[in-house]
């Protein structure tokens, strides 16, 4: 099957095209870099011509209240260029729990996103991943202060970015699920204690302090953004992807 991936450069959409091309398939990888713009449409028509399935992998260059603009006009202009060229299949790469977020600007950007492909054109699957193993450090970043790290319990179940993309490959190469699946790691682990093993792990002496009230993970609900039933669980457990 010929691919087309769009944010196909990026930290995710890059390992799609990996799982993908893998797989056997013909996928290709778009971005502002190799002359894709969502925002303008520049490049679209080509990237999609001939294509059995897009996946969408971008990112907006905010996570604020600013990325719904982003996604508004980045997910219209991909969903009307993918109609107008006979793709058959429309893939979202979404977060699990994403919908349970309310206070977040992201997450309601994201969830504005998703409705775009539910009502759009072509029919759809979204997949919503848990945080990836390699966003763990970012996250880790925004509380940091000096010698300390402020982190909150609130629970998450990251998966590695290889195992999410394997599967939303899996998923692309399917009939579209008109709906949403699940995926995420084998383990759940409390925000501050996935700081803690990652800062040891890492040889960081830094102190991660527990604070409930610390960065903007701390808005959501103790077990929001953990899998329910009939998730995909990907193998790869996050000690071992640390010192693997
Ligand atoms: N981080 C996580 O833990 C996580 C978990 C679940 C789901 N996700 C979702 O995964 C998606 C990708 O995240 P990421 O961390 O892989 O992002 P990333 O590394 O920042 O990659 C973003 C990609 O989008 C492209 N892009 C940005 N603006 C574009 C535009 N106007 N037109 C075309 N391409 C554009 C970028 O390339 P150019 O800059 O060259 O355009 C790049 O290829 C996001 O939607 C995010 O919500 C992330």
Redo the contacts with the bound molecule.
Sequence with gaps: MKFAV????????SEIVAALTTAGHEAA??????G????TGEGLALALAGVDAVV??????TTDDASVD?FRA?TGNLLTAAAEAGVRHAVL????GVDRVPDLGYYRA?VFQEERFRTGPVPYSIV?????F??VEEIVSWTAAGDTVRLPTTLLQPVAAAD?ARAVAGIAAGSPVHGIRDVAGPDVFPLDELGRITLAARGDGRTVITDDTAGPFAAAAEDALTAGDGTHIAPTHYRDWLTG
């Design positions: 769009i944010g196909g450069t990026g930290r995710i959409g990888p778009h971005a502002r870099s190799t894709v713009d969502l925002l969408d992998a971008t990112q907006s260059p982003f980045a790469l979404s977060i699990v994201k919503r991943a848990g945080q990836f390699e966003y999410a």
